[in-house]
């Protein structure tokens, strides 16, 4: 099973709004990772925020992170149409071997 | 170059062939995994080299798969016998604490 449930599945909003996803995660973590990906291409990593920290801001990405109920948000501001792609959260698991992805969410911006 | 290079980025092939990937990690980061990826999933683990050493492996890894990272640089993943099922985007990251992916290489099993 996936370590991070991402949340909405699917999320689909004017250029110009604000994009908000979840993500949720089972096990204790050192460190959650916010990774993006265009169709059909690698992922790319946007952001890490450590387990002492409870809110990162990379440009126009903001990160919080929620150790108490195993969540964090990502939340991109004055979204663009190349945001379009889907966005994954991952931790690193089996005693810190082993980076485990959620489902993601598929993030659509129109113009 | 500083990324993660993996090749071929495409690779077509007839059922029960063998292909062999190729993944060249960032050069100081000893961490490397491989993760497999079918359409609308995230990545799935299927394996994880610390220096060359093989620590895990997914169930996932049937023994029609291979992987190996001599000298603990590059890694290969080999799948033998090819099957339809087979057909994914294989993809590679290597890590000191942030894992930085490689652009996948798409297998298609005609």
């Known amino acids: 099973s996936q370590q991070g449930e991402e949340d909405p599945q699917a999320l689909s909003i004017q250029e110009g709004e604000n994009a908000t996803m979840n993500c949720s995660y089972k096990t204790s973590i050192n460190n959650l990772q916010w990774y993006r990906q265009n169709s059909g291409r690698g992922l790319v990593h946007l952001i890490l925020i450590r387990s002492n920290e409870r809110e990162k801001h990379s440009g126009r990405l903001r990160v919080t992170l929620d150790t108490s109920k195993k969540s964090s948000s990502l939340l991109i501001t004055a979204s663009r149409a190349a945001d379009t792609a889907s966005y994954f959260c991952a931790t690193f698991t089996g005693g810190g071997n082993k980076l485990t992805f959620g489902t993601g969410t598929q993030l659509k911006v129109e113009l | ?110």
């Not at chain 2, 990324?3 to 092939?13: D, E, F, L």
């Not at chain 2, 292909?19 to 799935?44: A, K, M």
């Not at chain 2, 683990?45 to 000298?71: C, V």
Request: proline share 4%.
């Open chain 2, 1 to 110: 170059d500083t990324g993660v290079s993996q090749n071929p980025r495409h690779k077509i092939t007839k059922r029960g062939q063998n292909v062999t990937f190729r993944c060249d990690p960032i050069s100081e980061h000893n961490r490397l995994y491989w993760y497999r990826q079918t359409l609308g999933q995230g990545p799935e683990f299927l394996t994880y080299f610390q220096n060359e050493a093989q620590l895990e492996k997914s169930r996932l890894l049937s023994d029609r798969f291979s992987a190996e990272r001599p000298k603990g640089s590059f890694s290969t993943l080999e799948i033998q016998r090819t099957e339809q099922g087979d057909s994914a985007m294989y993809l590679c990251a290597s890590s000191l604490s942030e894992a930085f992916f490689g652009q996948g290489t798409r297998l298609t099993v005609v």
